[in-house]
């Protein structure tokens, strides 16, 4: 018999179960026994998505492409083998209003709708369900109802995961998959009151219309936070002569956003087209990429950028093309820059493509315009014009805008580029840009909100319920005792040639920190790292809070050796691996369902050459 024990089942741990289920299933276990301990407080699968969060959190993702079974090639569908949109229409969820509801009235869900995040809590819980129920003999899954707190290795090679409840469970394999785990935070300052962004609930009770609230953020989170403090109190979006307008409830408090960039998130095309796979690239090839893998310690911004710059530009000016003429156009203009990239004539070919088509420009597009705002007004305005004219881009049918098909770069080439960056391949100066600056620049333009989000955000604006009038980067700070208001938060320009300050009641953190082992809040996390069987990642001297691994997923311990029996997947990884904190699912986000079954793999496969089939029970022992 082998035992694996999978720690954590959210997403990923719900994604390794299924590979050890369906590898079984599939016979590719060769007769051995399998026992799995699943251990899970909460409710199995759901992770984040919890299924008593309110409608009006969505998910950020089209639910035709999500899905915990993306493997098309298998002889015979498994029960679980359908995706969110297929869950939903067969269980009877129809649109009414904006709440996901069973039954036969309202609108149907369509493939390209972005649904309340509660639906993928449920579907997460049923996919479980069904991998229990189709698991076939020989495979036995226990779920323990208790946290992790520690995972110690025995003499005789296994591991002994300690939960909560006082009970110890005996494994060959354990795979972490914590997901997001809280870092422990110092208290705010004296005279600022900072507020986290989940669960909504926290906040929503708390402030009202007499109090103006700050939110540090312009991505997903900070738009929960925002819709969490307007519908979540009561208001309403209503269409009203082609528009959207918001009917407010009188409850809501005065509303302000801010990041650190400046630059409000890109919305999702409306039809919600995934062209992983499909597209052909001209400059971006495999063998640009692998070029740059083999150079190793590369510079992001003068190597691969460039690069995804100049895929950007093809693609704009071969869809341009296409519009305007027909799609021999559009291939006639990416062969003419396929070969001027080759020749070292690029930069010429773009300028006379941008005399015919007009001027394009990824960079930026990337790094938003270099521009000072003078007054506080000024860039009001221009945060509002930005989001009013990527909305325009983003509600092209079909997906067919320029500028959207070329963002897009960045998400169809999100893996090739992990395999430049990850396990040390950049440069210490290239990877602190990187993780300060570019990651969240391809972030912002590749996993942004749906679009209605952003038509909710101009509503609000309109209303003059929500407005943005710091400037970049704001600083935070107490009041002075003597400032004459019992807001004691004070918010502060840094940018704006004409300064302002205002005072808040509080800041809501429109963003989530990257979990980190040292000072991380979760028990198990803190004992493995004060053990020294978890370690940090570092560059050199340079520590950067994600855990150490290697290629195949083994966590390193303080001196170096790789832990063989346990294995880390998630977000926990970000920073020795990159975009981690999306749900594993088909084309885009492949690579989680192949990294894990690269683990499953293996832990089966050594079992099978062992012939490890004898009987055996559950090892779970008691403490007195």
């Not at 649109?95 to 579907?123: A, K, N, Q, S, T």
């Not at 909710?456 to 005792?481: E, F, H, K, N, W």
């Amino acid at each position: 018999m082998v035992s694996i024990a999978i720690v954590g089942l959210g997403p990923w741990g719900v994604c390794a179960l299924e590979r050890i289920v369906t590898t079984a299933r599939e016979g590719s276990s060769l007769g051995s026994r399998i026992a799995v301990h699943v251990i899970e407080p909460r409710l199995p699968g759901a992770g984040v998505y919890d299924p008593a969060q309110p409608d009006y959190l969505l998910l950020n993702n089209p639910c035709g492409q999500l899905s915990l079974y993306p493997f098309g090639e298998t002889s015979e569908r498994p029960p679980y083998g359908i995706g969110l949109f297929e869950w939903a229409v067969a269980r009877g969820y129809r649109w009414v209003g904006d709440r996901c509801v069973v039954g036969r009235g309202g609108e149907p869900i369509e493939p390209h709708h972005f649904l309340p995040r509660r639906l993928m809590g449920e579907y997460l819980h049923w996919f479980y369900i069904q991998l229990r129920r189709s698991a076939p003999r020989g495979v036995e899954i226990v779920h323990h109802r208790a946290e992790a707190v520690d995972v110690i290795g025995r003499r005789d090679g296994r591991e002994l995961v300690c939960l909560s409840d006082g009970r110890r469970v005996v494994a060959d394999h354990v795979i972490l998959t914590p997901g997001h785990t809280a870092n422990r935070r110092a208290p705010a300052p004296a005279g600022i009151v900072e507020l986290e962004p989940y669960p909504v609930a926290g906040y929503v009770d708390r402030l009202g219309a007499e109090d103006r609230v700050a939110v540090s953020g312009m991505g997903l989170v900070a738009i929960d936070v925002v819709i969490a403090l307007t519908v979540g109190r009561g208001g309403r979006f209503v269409e009203r002569a082609g528009a959207l307008r918001y009917r407010a409830s009188g409850r809501e408090p005065t509303l302000r956003m801010f990041s650190r960039s400046g630059l409000p998130f890109t919305a999702k095309s409306v039809t919600g087209i995934d062209r992983t796979g499909v597209y052909r690239p001209v400059i971006c090839t495999p063998e640009a990429f692998e070029e740059l893998v083999s150079r190793r310690l590369v510079d992001v911004r003068a190597e691969l950028l460039p690069l995804l710059f100049a895929e950007m530009s093809a693609r704009y000016y071969a869809q341009v093309a296409y519009q305007t003429g027909s799609l021999s156009d559009a291939r006639q203009v990416r062969e003419r820059l396929r070969g001027a990239w080759e020749r070292g004539s690029f930069d010429a070919e773009l300028a006379g493509l941008a005399g015919r088509f007009g001027r394009f420009d990824p960079e930026e597009l990337f790094f938003g315009p270099r521009r000072a705002h003078r007054t506080s007004g000024q860039y009001a305005h221009f945060v509002y014009d930005s989001l009013a004219r990527d909305l325009r881009e983003a509600e092209v049918p079909d997906g067919a805008s320029p500028v959207k098909s070329a963002t897009e770069v960045l998400r169809i080439f999100r893996d090739p580029m992990r395999s430049v960056v990850e396990q040390g391949g950049i440069s210490l100066d290239s990877y602190l840009d990187f993780n300060s600056g570019i990651r969240s620049r391809i972030h912002r333009l590749v996993a942004g909100p749906p679009a209605i989000r952003s038509r909710q955000l101009l509503a609000l604006v309109d209303a003059g319920v929500l407005s943005m009038p710091y400037g970049p980067s704001p600083s935070i700070r107490a009041a002075a005792p003597d400032a004459g208001d019992p807001r004691g938060t004070l918010i502060c320009s840094t940018a704006l040639e004409r300064p302002i300050s205002e005072p808040v009641s509080a800041v809501v953190r429109g963003h989530l920190d990257e979990p980190r082992l040292r000072g991380s809040a979760s028990r198990l996390l803190r004992r493995l790292y004060r053990s020294g069987r978890l370690s940090q990642f570092c560059y050199g001297d340079v520590r950067v809070g994600s855990v150490d691994l290697t290629p195949e997923s083994h966590p390193i311990s303080v001196d170096g050796a790789p832990q063989q029996r346990l294995w880390v997947f998630g977000v926990l990884t970000e920073g020795i691996r990159h975009f981690t904190h999306y749900i594993p699912s088909p084309r885009s986000r492949i690579r989680a369902f192949e990294d894990i079954g690269a683990c499953v793999g293996q832990i089966l496969g050594e079992a099978a050459a062992t012939g490890d089939a004898a009987p055996g029970a559950l090892l779970v022992e008691q403490v007195a």
